[in-house]
């Protein structure tokens, strides 16, 4: 395996600020050595700025992301805005949606995200009809990953009804198997395209998956090894209808059927009980935020300090992409919170940043990743802090400068598995802007 040395000015290397002078020599996809205050060989490629470890999106719906601007400017709820949503998904056809998530995971790379984890349920054909091979649609999601550069976790999800004893309605219909058993017997049938994509597990939610389906599918992703993420609590309403049907909230539902281990990522989490909270952190369960989706639709601000508390590790995830910016997701966080609690310095700088890398990692089963140090995969993200945003940061102000003012523009350089995917903050292989242009032209016209 080759060797190649990269030489960070400023690199993030876990702890309360950033380091100066970080020489990290990769060899094949891993980081080999890191060495701490060292001079830039000649022959090392120079990073000049802050070097993080590589982001992680750990909760993405590709396709949505060209409902940007269609949906944003109106009135309603989630729930409205949920129709617009399936009238997209009711359109995609393989070619179309692999079109559509290739230039979606190129617009996530050069943000600085390195891992996506797609929670993905479009699995048929219109009707609920299987497409001649079941994966289908997944392959195509591996396949737009891949010539994007990103790492991908498919999170294959099973999602059954329409809603708590509700049928479904037609579009859903692409999204069902025939029970907790066929979404089983259909995963089992995915097979990966490279080694940088690994398959999850998902139960979309206890409005779309029953308490005895849900302990099948998870048993299932326990005995495979795998991730398994579910949204919990996005809406007052979901809480509501699941009180009713089951006696319980999303979160003490999912206890019960063996869900909450820590393997299990609960995103969105927003309208948590003091007793979920706890489950929750009892468990090692992780949760992921989505912080421009949850105001965008007016969900509401999750309890992410009282998450933090309880030992609940945090992730972060665009979700349904009305923008695509990692250090938003971040800041939002302690931001959110800031005009909830009218306090300030709930979360700092390096607990945003851990969420937005190593936490989400973590969550999507990459736990070599998400890190800068010898033996963690070779993915990272270097930040320019010459553009307008963050000139005139001193080193020692790095990392706040990066979370609370950094934005996507200001990513140069990007590498996934010891690969260059996005240099001087252009695409190395994707016109991503036209990929965006024509591929949301193709579902939107």
């Not at 242009?437 to 939107?444: G, L």
Request: proline fraction near 5%; include cysteine.
């Amino acid at each position: 395996m080759s060797e190649q040395r990269f030489w960070c000015q400023l690199a993030w290397l876990g702890s309360e600020q950033a380091e100066p002078g970080v020489l990290l020599t990769l060899r094949g996809d891993r980081i080999q050595a890191l060495t701490r205050e060292a001079e830039a060989p000649a022959d090392a490629v120079r990073l000049d700025g802050l070097t993080l470890p590589g982001l992680a999106n750990a909760h993405s719906h590709a396709f949505q992301r060209a409902l940007r601007g269609r949906t944003h400017g109106g009135t309603g709820t989630f729930w409205t805005w949920r129709e617009q949503m399936y009238a997209l998904a009711a359109t995609l056809d393989p070619d179309r949606y692999h079109d559509l998530a290739r230039a979606t995971f190129a617009e996530m790379a050069l943000a600085g995200v390195t891992l996506v984890g797609e929670f993905h349920y479009l699995h048929h054909a219109a009707g609920g009809h299987p497409y001649a091979d079941p994966n289908e649609m997944g392959h195509v999601l591996m396949q737009a990953a891949e010539a994007a550069g990103v790492r991908l976790t498919l999170l294959d999800t099973c999602y059954l009804h329409g809603g708590i004893a509700e049928p479904l309605t037609p579009t859903q219909t692409r999204f069902r198997d025939s029970g907790a058993q066929g979404w089983c017997e259909r995963v089992a049938r995915l097979v990966t395209s490279s080694p940088q994509m690994r398959v999850g597990a998902a139960i979309h939610s206890v409005r779309a998956v029953n308490p005895r389906s849900a302990a099948m599918v998870s048993k299932w992703a326990s005995e495979q090894h795998m991730p398994l993420h579910c949204h919990v609590s996005e809406q007052p309403a979901e809480n509501e209808q699941s009180a009713a049907a089951y006696g319980a909230t999303p979160t003490a539902v999912l206890a019960t059927e063996g869900a909450l281990t820590p393997s299990f990522t609960a995103v969105h989490a927003t309208h948590l009980t003091d007793e979920d909270v706890q489950l929750l952190g009892a468990s090692g369960a992780t949760v992921c935020l989505c912080p421009t989706t949850e105001r965008d639709l007016a969900d509401g601000i999750g309890p992410a300090h009282a998450l933090r508390d309880a030992g609940v590790p945090l992730a972060l995830g665009s979700d349904s992409h009305a923008v695509i910016d990692p250090f938003e997701e971040a800041r939002a966080i302690e931001l959110d919170e800031r005009l909830a609690s009218l306090q300030r310095g709930r979360h700092f700088p390096d607990e945003l940043l851990r969420a937005a890398t190593a936490s989400g990692y973590d969550s999507l089963g990459w736990p070599q990743g998400g890190r800068l140090q010898a033996g963690a995969l070779a993915d990272f993200t270097t930040v320019a802090l010459d553009g307008v945003r963050l000139a005139g940061t001193a080193p020692e102000h790095a990392l706040a400068a990066a979370v609370f003012a950094a934005s996507g523009p200001d990513v140069r350089h990007v590498v996934v598995a010891g690969k260059v995917i996005v240099r001087d903050g252009r695409h190395t292989t994707l016109d991503v802007a036209q990929e965006l242009a024509s591929s949301i032209a193709a579902v939107t016209a």
